[in-house]
């Protein structure tokens, strides 16, 4: 009985979070919803400057020199698409091209660690724990997501971009799991682009059970501490698992 409950606990990744790193977490949280919410793009930019700091003590819930400087990697590349983002929006009026928004949207697609803008995400997985991952993958997603939605594009423009980044063959020669799974988090976020332009009620089902997949399989990741595809020949697997 003990070991099923401490097995629950594992399931929601509470054993190593203090009070500190929960408040950031609950920052991170509300910041998302407040960004998703605004309706000024200097709101929009505040939020996601808010939620890139908030998460950096998250990263580094486990601190080593892989994670310190993935975090470092990750902060760097997040600000510069900060810095970008700022600079359309102050300059929108000059960027302004054929009526679409098409150079705000280059900075949201660096958030969502699109092609071309992918080569840094397994990287900096590779470094991170896996609830920092957990986070990556899927809520840090939302924002850039929601904001990209909102943009009035053209559909025609937008398949063009997308049909550049639909790719699978990355993660064929991969043996880290974590490098697998930020692959997949690439080619499902360019998923959910191609959904929104179909429905946009549609993708908010694909995203949540996307989320969910992840961390089912992320918890069985980390309660075996597997990190490599071969690892798997050591365990006797049953069918479940």
Do not use: V
């Not at 949540?208 to 365990?235: A, G, M, P, V």
């Amino acid at each position: 009985m003990d070991s099923y409950f401490n097995y629950r606990i594992n399931f929601f990744f509470l054993i190593n979070l203090n009070l500190t790193k929960i408040s950031f977490l609950c920052i991170i949280i509300f910041r998302t919803i407040i960004t998703i919410s605004s309706s000024n793009w200097l709101r929009i930019w505040i939020g996601i400057e808010i939620n890139l700091f908030a998460i950096i003590p998250i990263l580094n819930l486990k601190i080593s020199i892989y994670s310190i400087e993935s975090t470092i990697k990750y902060f760097i590349i997040q600000a510069f698409a900060s810095i970008l983002l700022l600079t359309f929006i102050i300059n929108k009026s000059i960027f302004f091209i054929s009526n679409n928004n098409f150079l705000i949207i280059l900075p949201l697609l660096i958030k969502l660690r699109l092609i071309p803008f992918h080569l840094w995400l397994p990287s900096i997985l590779e470094g991170l724990n896996w609830i920092s991952c957990l986070i990556i993958i899927t809520w840090q997603k939302i924002a850039p997501i929601i904001i990209i939605s909102y943009l009035n594009l053209s559909k025609s423009l937008l398949i063009s971009i997308i049909l550049i980044f639909i790719n699978s063959i990355f993660g064929i020669n991969q043996n880290s799991i974590r490098k697998i799974l930020a692959i997949s988090s690439i080619n499902n976020s360019t998923w959910i682009l191609i959904i929104i332009l179909i429905n946009e009620n549609i993708w908010i089902n694909y995203f949540i059970t996307y989320s969910i997949l992840n961390i089912l399989i992320i918890n069985i990741l980390k309660n075996y501490n597997i990190n490599y595809i071969n690892q798997l020949k050591f365990f006797n697997l049953n069918f479940f698992f």
